[in-house]
T-cell receptor, first 111, second 114 residues
């Protein structure tokens, strides 16, 4: 069983709307949690990175939250744009630098 | 940040052949990582390429199938040997930032085996 579970697997939203992606993990102990954006045909690009002591981190219209007690993270996209269409991957790092990847959530933004 | 160039970006290969993927980084790094990303699945670490020593392979991956070279601190190659359709995947090269530990990825090499 994967130690990082993401939901939903995919979603479609209208341009301008908001959406929230979920990431639940069982990695313990953990060092940090990262969200990556992967455009079709491209490599993943880092959006946010949070340590266990951080609750929220923003990068433009992307806001990530972390609840280390419940082992949950979310990525909120505000006022979505067509360019937000991509796969969003949650990555959890253990203290030994071993990384666990979620399968990703595919977001499609429609005009 | 690190700029990583991979080639080929994509290829279509015949069963039983081998393909070598190249990864070039714009700065010297100690470790380079090779990942596989199968459709709809998580990224899976294949191996860690260390300069001056043999690569370290993860469980389920072996050197005979995925030989790796690391001739210097900015370059690595991954070969997918004796390919089968199950090897159809995206292969990604990655390095870790020295200060933040952030992972930087290449654009990926999309391999289709017929």
């Amino acid at each position: 069983k994967n130690q990082v579970e993401q939901s939903p697997q995919s979603l479609i939203i209208l341009e301008g709307k908001n959406c929230t992606l979920q990431c639940n993990y069982t990695v313990s102990p953990f060092s940090n949690l990262r969200w990556y954006k992967q455009d079709t045909g491209r490599g993943p690009v880092s959006l946010t990175i949070m340590t266990f002591s951080e609750n929220t981190k923003s990068n433009g219209r992307y806001t990530a939250t972390l609840d280390a007690d419940t082992k949950q993270s979310s990525l909120h996209i505000t006022a979505s744009q067509l360019s937000d269409s991509a796969s969003y991957i949650c990555v959890v790092s253990a203290p030994d630098y071993k990384l666990s990847f979620g399968a990703g959530t595919t977001v499609t933004v429609r005009a | 940040s690190a700029v990583i160039s991979q080639k080929p970006s994509r290829d279509i290969c015949q069963r039983g052949t081998s393909l070598t993927i190249q990864c070039q980084v714009d700065s010297q790094v100690t470790m380079m990582f090779w990942y596989r990303q199968q459709p709809g699945q998580s990224l899976t670490l294949i191996a860690t390429a260390n300069q001056g020593s043999e690569a370290t392979y993860e469980s389920g991956f072996v050197i005979d199938k995925f030989p790796i070279s690391r001739p210097n601190l900015t370059f690595s190659t991954l070969t997918v040997s004796n390919m089968s359709p199950e090897d159809s995947s995206i292969y990604l090269c990655s390095v870790q930032g020295a200060n933040t530990g952030e992972l930087f990825f290449g654009e990926g090499s999309r391999l289709t085996v017929l």
